[in-house]
């Protein structure tokens, strides 16, 4: 439990009866959503402001768990459901087809969804363009759907193609990346996304062994990552493969611009009182989110002036203090929160200040 929440997160995320638990096992394709009670109350505290539209964004829409709980516990609450993964749409938008047009879902990458919105005929994204939104939620990272299929190769504990594609419609594969970057490029790459301390040598050997054979499945990459790195850094910070893999897989799908682009978009998109969460898994994502909140937090006004000059005001106000996570009954009930880390804002004046 974190010490520098401004909550109780024992009683903001309660545990689910055993029943409970199963119906949601059985719904989310065997995983829980991560903090899904406390997701829901910040995303409910924007909803409740007087002249909120009552419209909130999921843009990591997954199976639609947090969607569903928001939409069957707030009857005000209305959501635009973004997933660039189309049939985890198709799936998701079956599964909250009760709720009727108080859903629409947007098959596009999360930081393009006010385009769609602005571009969709659907009177719920039409009036999100106009009036603007009462929050927003972004659970980064992959969902556990996607490394549950093994075709997608997401996982390095499986023999499978190299594509990592959050969208397999479009864009490079992990294979591509492997197979036509530079040295140079590709070490960046898994220092800079994967913060693995051997990327130079790792980058070597996936040049000296593609030209031999192009990469084209997980296994023979994580035989190559076994041999390079050394036997005693294998023995400590989890599977030897984890950070190649993470680094491949936010490398094809630009995760990390997509983030970047995303916090300036929502905090438009908010109207006083809307709030905005962000679930990161990694420190990369955890600190762009703090950064970026920081900036929208903080007044621009000269230093050692009394009061905030017109227009120096912050725009934004934390609702959390540091990253909240999850408790220690919470990661008992579902171990994939115990690497969550959780920040909201609030917007508390108009104006662009993102």
């Not at 093994?150 to 990346?177: C, H, N, Q």
């Not at 998109?269 to 950064?291: N, T, W």
Request: aromatic letters at 4%; one cysteine or more.
């Amino acid at each position: 439990m974190n010490n520098h929440t401004d909550v109780d997160t024992e009683r903001a995320t309660p545990i689910l009866s055993t029943n409970q638990r199963e119906r949601d096992l059985q719904e989310n394709h065997g995983h829980v959503p991560v903090l899904r009670d406390r997701m829901v109350e910040l995303l409910r505290r924007g909803i409740a402001v007087d002249g909120a539209t009552g419209i909130a964004v999921d843009g990591t829409l997954g199976a639609g768990g947090h969607t569903e709980h928001l939409l069957a516990t707030d009857p005000n609450a209305r959501v635009i459901g973004v997933d660039r993964d189309a049939q985890a749409l198709k799936d998701a938008t079956a599964r909250l087809a009760p709720f009727g047009d108080r859903f629409v879902g947007l098959n596009v990458r999360f930081d393009e969804w006010m385009e769609a919105a602005s571009c969709s005929s659907h009177p719920l994204c039409q009036e999100a363009a106009a009036d603007g939104i009462s929050g927003a939620l972004f659970d980064l990272g992959v969902s556990s759907m996607q490394l549950d299929q093994e075709e997608r190769g997401f996982a390095y504990k499986i023999d499978a193609p190299l594509d990592m594609r959050m969208d397999p419609s479009r864009g490079i594969t992990a294979a591509d990346v492997l197979n036509t970057y530079s040295h140079g490029d590709l070490a960046r790459v898994l220092k800079t996304y994967g913060e693995e301390k051997f990327a130079g040598k790792i980058a070597s050997a996936v040049i000296r062994e593609r030209e031999k054979e192009p990469f084209t499945r997980s296994g023979r990459l994580v035989e190559l990552l076994y041999d390079t790195i050394p036997a005693p850094a294998r023995r400590h910070g989890g599977h030897p493969a984890k950070r190649t893999f993470q680094a491949l897989r936010v490398e094809v799908n630009q995760e990390l611009r997509a983030l970047e682009q995303v916090i300036p978009v929502t905090a438009d998109a908010l109207h006083v009182g809307g709030v905005m969460v962000f679930m990161s898994y990694q420190s990369l994502e955890d600190k762009i989110v703090k950064k970026a909140l920081a900036r929208l937090t903080t007044s621009t006004n000269p230093p050692g002036l009394p009061v905030d000059l017109p227009g120096t005001e912050p725009h934004f106000a934390l609702v959390t203090r540091g990253s909240e996570k999850a408790s220690k009954k919470e990661i008992d009930q579902n171990p994939r929160a115990a690497s969550v880390r959780v920040r909201a804002a609030q917007r508390v004046l108009n104006g662009d200040r993102s």
